[in-house]
Nanobody, 124 residues
Framework: QWQLVESGGGLVQPGGSLRLSCAAS????????IGWFRQAPGKEREGVSC????????YYADSVEGRFTISRDNAKSTVYLQMNSLKPEDTAVYYC?????????????????WGQGTQVTVSS
């Protein structure tokens, strides 16, 4: 039974940092493109950052470019999102996702497998 479980969310002050983790089980992560998405109240879920299965292609939304870094450790079946210089507008539920492909567009419609999400709140 495949599963994606996010962790690392929480409350942080503006300018602070968080590292989200997503543990995959039930499938071999090496063969999957991965992505981080987020959904703020009243807004659509949006792609934050995505990475190909090989790790050699990445995408970042303009709003997080230069502040967030996506990475993967296939040996640990874990995906990470390092978030620095956090802003109140980064507040959202963050989801990790996976798709059995080398690389797909960073769109929620392209990803077949989803975690349940972790809340990130940026507030003073």
């Amino acid at each position: 039974q495949w599963q994606l479980v996010e962790s690392g969310g929480g409350l942080v002050q503006p300018g602070g940092s968080l590292r989200l983790s997503c543990a995959a089980s039930g499938f071999i992560l090496d063969y999957y493109a991965i992505g981080w998405f987020r959904q703020a109240p009243g807004k659509e879920r949006e792609g934050v950052s995505c990475m190909s299965s090989s790790g050699n292609r990445t995408y970042y939304a303009d709003s997080v470019e230069g502040r967030f870094t996506i990475s993967r450790d296939n040996a640990k079946s874990t995906v990470y999102l390092q978030m620095n210089s956090l802003k109140p507008e980064d507040t959202a539920v963050y989801y990790c996702a996976a798709d059995y492909s080398d690389y797909v567009a960073c769109s929620l419609y392209e990803y077949a497998y989803w975690g349940q999400g972790t809340q990130v709140t940026v507030s003073s």
